[in-house]
């Protein structure tokens, strides 16, 4: 139980694209999803949290404009990357938690954005 | 063998050791705390928790000990395996209604045949 999905698992795209990466809870409900990005070597930084219905909150210093998150059903969050450089090439990886949890997160196998 | 989970160290061990990786959280409030590994290219699996009121708990061949004195976790990994060699995180969550987690910096942990 509790598996999260990530679509695409990689994916290439041209500079000034935008790209859309979903997340998506397979086996249970999500009232709340996180979006991480992962650089080579580095640590999960928090992109933003996404609750179910409402606006995400997104920590300081991520643009809201250029990382749009949706979470419009309990089992789905989408993250676009609008208009993409190569400095968003990275790892985007998200989590779910379940209703009920105090705190446990479940997360996906993560998505690797190449921006050319 | 140990390490200080800083600057992505590499903790480099052999079969059938035990292991013992280190994490020094910054927030006094944190009231959960998990560690978490993570293979290259996949996302993290949850390995084992422990809340603030405990300082000991113990998992299939894994241990977590934490001491909030010093604001210090480690993760102790008995009878270390091949298929245990990954980066390890741990994490903590400062409580409240956002419950976001903070990740440390990780520990490549190699495993010496």
């Known amino acids: 139980g509790a598996v999260v999905s990530q679509h695409p698992s990689r994916v290439i795209c041209k500079s000034g694209t935008s790209v859309k990466i979903e997340c998506r809870s397979l086996?249970?409900?999500?009232?709340?999803m996180f979006w991480y990005r992962q650089f080579p070597k580095k640590s999960l930084m928090l992109m933003a949290t996404s609750n179910e219905g409402s606006k995400a909150t997104y920590e300081q210093g991520v643009e809201k404009d250029k990382f749009l998150i949706n979470h419009a059903s309990l089992t789905l969050s989408t993250l676009t990357v609008t208009s993409a450089h190569p400095e968003d090439s990275s790892f985007y990886i998200c989590?779910?938690?379940?209703?009920?949890?105090?705190?446990?997160?479940?997360f996906g196998p993560g998505t690797r954005l190449t921006v050319t | 063998g140990e390490s200080v989970g800083l600057h992505l160290p590499t903790l480099s061990v052999q079969e059938g050791d035990n292991s013992i990786i280190n994490c020094a959280y910054s927030n006094s409030a944190s009231d959960y705390f998990i560690w978490y590994k993570q293979e290259s290219g996949k996302g993290p699996q949850f390995i084992i928790d422990i809340r603030s009121n405990m300082d000991k708990r113990q998992g299939q061949r894994v241990t977590v000990l934490l001491n909030k004195t010093v604001k210090h976790l480690s993760l102790q990994i008995a009878a270390t395996q091949p298929g245990d060699s990954a980066v390890y995180f741990c994490a903590e969550n400062t409580g409240g209604g956002g419950n976001k987690l903070t990740f440390g910096t990780g520990t490549q942990l190699k495993v010496e045949l």
């Open positions: 086996d249970f409900q999500a009232t709340t």
């Open positions: 989590s779910a938690r379940e209703r009920a949890s105090q705190g446990e997160q479940y």
